[in-house]
């Protein structure tokens, strides 16, 4: 027999918890109705928001990224700590190692690093201070410059910051039977009360916002660059209803693939978006204007420069 305080089998919210849903969906509520009665006014509040958190706390996010990478370091290096398994000591990997990238990428990188794969390189050869105060913005000199750049902002430092919250989340959801929430990485701190106190109701709030923003953010430009895309190949300028249409897919293309679970949608999505990035990387290879050996000597290059300079990477402000 159902108690009252049971959860309701057929409620449109299902089981949720109140203190984690409400603060998030007032926030955002308040958010898209500012949004949607004064677009500038909003764009102008969000924008200065950003400015100032990028002047006064620069500083705490390069040191948080260091900080990260070298605790993974240390971890990875660590006799006790880098065996450990995030799984029962017998258990086998569920995902193949092609698999489980192609689901990191796709999760963590995505759109993003489609958009701005290209786009970031050029916009460092005309913009980034390195490169201007070299005299070398536009100039092909200034291209291993602005590649390394890229490298920085999305080859080293961005993982380990997923490394230390995948460790913390991972290891008390699957060696103490957590669930799969924010807070449980507090495990450590709090023990078995780490999803019920106030603190880890705050982890969670504040994970609950970062991700639909972020989410938000990649639809965004997902729809911003594939119109862009209509317009240069096939000289189509989409209006507001073959925007909508776009970003209509990506919703649908994501519930489909959630709802059928991680070891089929979204694996097979992964995989199949693996196999297409890896064939349009050799189709550019060995297809593309650009000679094989410049691109190899490129590479070396910019590794070698992005190695040696290595510190200042971590701490660079611009």
């Keep these: ?3 009252a305080n ?17 603060p998030v969906a007032i926030l955002y509520g308040c958010i898209i109705a500012y949004a ?11 924008s ?4 100032f958190i990028i002047a006064h706390f620069s500083w705490l996010i390069l040191l948080t990224g260091a900080s990260a990478i070298f605790f993974s370091v240390w971890m990875a290096c660590s006799s006790r ?26 999760a963590a990188l995505g759109t993003g690093f489609v958009i701005f794969g290209a786009a970031e390189p050029l ?6 201070p390195t490169v201007m105060d070299a005299g070398s913005a536009g100039a092909v000199r200034g291209v291993p410059e602005a590649i390394r750049l890229s490298v920085v902002n999305w080859g080293l430092f961005g993982w380990p910051l997923f490394a230390v919250g995948g460790w913390a989340i991972g290891y008390a959801a699957y060696r103490h039977n957590k669930p799969l929430r924010t807070s449980t990485g507090l495990y450590g701190l709090l023990g078995e009360r780490c999803n019920d106190t106030l603190a880890s109701k705050a982890v ?19 729809v911003a660059s594939i119109s862009y895309a209509f317009q240069i190949l096939f000289g189509i300028e989409l209006g507001a209803t073959g925007k909508f249409s776009i970003m209509l897919c990506f919703i649908l293309t994501y519930i489909i693939s959630t709802s059928t679970g991680l070891a089929r949608g979204m694996r097979y999505l992964s ?5 297409i990035t890896l064939g349009l990387l050799f189709a550019v290879l060995i297809l593309g204007a650009t000679p094989f050996t410049y691109v190899i000597n490129m590479i070396m290059q910019v590794a070698g420069e992005f190695l040696f300079r290595l510190p200042q990477n971590l701490l660079w402000t611009d």
């Design 1 to 3: 027999m159902e108690s």
């Design 6 to 22: 049971d959860p309701k089998k057929f409620s449109i919210l299902g089981n949720y918890d109140n203190k984690i849903f409400w």
């Design 36 to 46: 949607i009665i004064d677009p500038s006014g909003a764009g102008a509040t969000f």
């Design 48 to 51: 200065s928001i950003q400015r």
């Design 81 to 106: 700590f880098a065996t450990v398994k995030l799984g029962a000591a017998d258990e086998k990997p569920e995902f193949s190692f092609f698999a489980w990238v192609a689901m990191l990428f796709c």
């Design 123 to 128: 916009y460092h050869l005309f913009t980034a």
């Design 204 to 222: 969670d709030v504040l994970a609950a916002i970062g991700t639909i923003g972020g989410v938000s953010m990649m639809i965004g430009l997902g």
């Design 271 to 275: 995989e199949s978006n693996g196999y």
